[in-house]
């Protein structure tokens, strides 16, 4: 699936001025390591894509910094909550697919890698970050297609089907 997750320079300071906030977050910063590990921190990007991008609106410095090192590693793919962020990529390079939380959890539980129970979870997480039926589903498809994997449409409407889980 994901063997590494790289994390911009960028990113790392604005996990770190949110400790005081939320002090939860030094799990992630604990792990990050320039050298090893799943959570690596990546300090190499294109400039010049670096600079462009940031006048870009929706794309804030951190952001800018996480597409210029895609751009530049030639990472598998990009991961974000931002719906600016998504929106914005979308339109500079139509090529690119932006995966949010929701992508990831459907990866997990197409490869049969969640511990817990589905509905539970996605109570949990809706509580979190609500969303609707139909992200759920494109979410799924969208995994679906990247990994080959063909869906029952049964089990995917009651996987999808918000009215039953919430």
């Not at 990247?146 to 049964?154: A, D, M, Q, S």
């Amino acid at each position: 699936m994901i063997h590494t997750l790289y994390i911009p320079m960028a990113v790392k300071n604005e996990y770190e001025q949110g400790l005081g906030k939320e002090p939860a977050r030094s799990w992630l910063l604990d792990r990050i390591n320039t050298e090893h590990g799943f959570y690596r921190l990546c300090t190499s990007y294109d400039t010049f894509v670096n600079m462009e991008v940031q006048r870009v609106k929706g794309i804030d410095k951190g952001e800018a910094e996480c597409y210029s090192q895609f751009k530049k590693i030639s990472a598998q793919i990009l991961i974000s909550d931002d719906k600016g962020f998504t929106k914005a990529v979308g339109q500079l390079d139509r090529g690119i697919k932006v995966y949010n939380s929701l992508h990831l959890i459907c990866w997990l539980d197409i490869l049969e890698y969640l511990p817990t129970k589905w509905n539970s979870m996605i109570k949990d997480f809706h509580a979190l970050r609500p969303f609707k039926s139909k992200d759920l589903r494109e979410a799924y498809l969208e995994i679906a297609s990247k990994t080959g994997v063909y869906l029952h449409r049964r089990k995917l409407s009651e996987k999808c089907s918000l009215k039953g889980i919430l």
